[in-house]
């Protein structure tokens, strides 16, 4: 009933959530100080805000980065194919990700 590529599907994508609540959540408080939550001001948002937005995608990627090359690592070969489609849904969630940062 339950193959092993299954169950390797199901432990990836609960490994990949975690990661991917954690990491938001870490960089949510680091970045908390930057940018401006206002944006219906008179005086210019726009920099401050971009900042943030471009630190958060940097840091991200960092963060994606070291994770592909600790689990490249540490994975079996038989489980690494699944791995791209992993970062690729992760760069996508960062998009997601960016507005949830904002609102």
Known sequence: MNTPEKQGR????????????VVYNG???LLS???QQDQLQPENTVVPNWVKA??????????LLVAVMVISSVVPGKYRKQLMQWVY?????????????FN
């Open 89 to 101: 849904l992760a760069l996508g969630g960062m998009v997601i990700m960016l507005f949830l940062l």
């Open 33 to 35: 100080g930057m940018g």
């Open 54 to 63: 471009v630190t958060f995608i940097l840091l991200y990627i960092l963060c």
């Open 27 to 29: 960089l949510k408080l």
């Open 10 to 21: 199901l432990y990836g994508l609960f490994y990949f959530l975690v990661f991917e609540v």
